[in-house]
């Protein structure tokens, strides 16, 4: 399955000396080996990066705008391959992998435009016959590091916009879906870029993240993982004094007002809650509804949980597959055991699901009695868990919602725009749902606060991590 990729340095796919199995998450059998990095071919790749430095700023805003145009229109022509790869590594269902390859297609196609529009600004200066010019100049080498859980669309938000600002890239995709980002990178080769401007190094920590962490050429790095790797990733990077931007964890309030549309949100709640088998860092996990509606809600939620089909993300008719190893799976089912001890209800799921005798599957799960002070409450669950609790006025439920160290995401449903708006003022996240939960687009900013990372991705503000400012006083 890997046989025609590898790993990509200087323009060149190479086998490498080493390797390493990948396992399917529905079988829980090989899918194959694949090429890992030594620190020497770590090495190896930002040194062609390095050499691609001057190439990829001497092509200019326009010469990269139209290779991130044919990368684009490649990717889109081998959708088909790309979403298979998504939902053969990962498990997820063929219909979510397509618009996770969509939305990666999406960010090369929007950042060719931002490429055209990376402007500078001219300042009168109080010297006689001088001014300021102030300009944007990309960082240099860009050190990319990306989870499984979205092995398409999380390589594409680092890879779109650094190439759009001139700014090579070493990336080190999660060795658990790997195929993912090789076929992205064998899609960038149609850009026609210089060599070097994307390199691809597959492998563990010591291998791949030291040598790109200890390496000063290296000038910036972002990270889609968890808050802990953020966390030693912000103090590896102080060495080299590297520009550091992350998405990390969420644990989002979800919060259902009492003059809410029931049955439509319930409709999109629980389509969202499962998709990815809750494997997404802004999947709702914490689940305030008020008192009066609490109970409808269950039965709704329950109805529409007990509903999904579980298999192989390849079937027709699948919902939602596996977590993505048997690590999650041991994990998510002690987290429901913990709730159960602490006095919470399972009203529908709570278990590994019965009628696989392989791969990790968990059965939709349904919690309510939950209190904030369990850990399923206050802390990300990351799986296909919905734990609900009830409040009773406005002033409460936001003051609970706000109570997380983490800041990723939030969501509220209401039909009043006036507490829609309030709900926004007061919810801290970098991003708010109101009666939707379509934060991800290619032209909007994506990323949180406080223990949910830093910087943005997406949007007109997702280049500006890529590039420095430069002031220059010219006096005639």
């Known amino acids: 399955m890997y046989e025609k990729f590898g790993l990509f340095i200087d323009g060149s796919w190479t086998k490498g000396t080493t390797s390493a199995d990948v396992t399917s998450p529905v079988s829980e059998k090989s899918l194959g ?3 890992t990095a030594t620190p020497e071919d770590t090495l190896s790749a930002i040194d062609a990066a390095a050499r691609a430095v001057p190439a990829l700023r001497n092509l200019g805003g326009f010469g990269r705008a139209d290779a991130l145009h044919k990368i684009a229109d490649e990717m889109i022509a081998r959708t088909d391959e790309g979403a298979r790869m998504i939902s053969t590594e990962t498990g997820k269902p063929l219909v979510q992998a397509g618009r996770e390859w969509a939305l990666a297609c999406d960010q090369f196609r929007w950042y060719a435009e931002e490429a055209r529009r990376i402007y500078g600004r001219i300042v009168d200066s109080r010297v006689p016959g001088g001014r300021f010019e102030v300009t944007r100049e990309a960082v240099g080498i860009v050190g990319a590091f990306t989870a499984w859980n979205f092995p398409a669309a999380l390589p594409a938000r680092k890879i779109a916009p650094a190439l759009a600002a001139g700014c090579p ?15 992205m990178v064998d899609c960038i080769r149609a850009g026609g870029l210089p060599d070097g401007a994307v390199n691809l190094v597959v492998g563990s920590t010591g291998n791949t993240y030291a040598p790109i962490m200890a390496d000063a050429r290296v000038r910036k790095v972002s990270l889609t993982g968890s808050t802990r790797v953020g966390q030693q990733m912000i103090r590896d990077a102080a060495d080299t004094v590297k520009k550091v931007s992350m998405e990390l964890g969420g644990n989002a309030p979800y919060i259902l ?17 499962f998709a990815n088998c809750g494997q997404v860092c802004v999947t709702p996990d914490r689940f305030f509804v008020h008192e009066s509606l609490h109970d409808a809600f269950v039965e709704g939620f329950v109805k529409r949980a007990e509903a999904i089909q579980l298999g192989d993300g390849l079937a027709e008719g699948v919902a939602m597959g596996p977590l993505i190893n048997a690590g999650r799976l041991t994990e998510i089912d002690a987290i429901v055991r913990d709730a159960i001890k602490a006095g919470a209800t399972v009203a ?4 590994r699901a019965p009628h696989f005798n392989e791969g990790y599957f968990f059965e939709p799960t349904v919690l309510t009695g939950v209190t904030d002070s369990m850990k399923v409450f206050d802390e990300e669950n990351f799986g296909p ?8 006025d406005e002033d409460e ?4 919602a706000n109570a997380s160290t983490m800041g990723l995401s939030a969501y509220a449903f209401t039909s ?5 708006r309030r709900t926004v003022a007061a919810l801290k996240a970098g991003m708010v749902g109101i009666n939707s939960f379509a934060l991800a687009a290619s032209e909007v900013p994506f990323g949180g606060t406080n223990f949910s990372g830093m910087g943005r991705e997406g949007g007109t503000e997702g280049i500006e991590d890529y590039l420095d400012t430069k002031l220059a006083q010219i006096v005639f």
């Open 33 to 35: 080996q694949v090429a």
């Open 385 to 392: 868990i919905a734990a609900i609790t009830t409040f009773k």
């Open 397 to 400: 439920v936001l003051a609970r």
């Open 416 to 420: 009043s725009p006036d507490r829609a």
């Open 257 to 273: 007002y009492d003059d809410a549309d029931l049955e439509a949100a319930l409709d999109v709640t629980v389509a969202t809650k």
């Open 348 to 351: 529908t799921g709570g278990q």
């Open 169 to 183: 890239v070493v990336l080190r995709p999660s060795s658990q879906t790997p195929g993912v980002a090789m076929v």
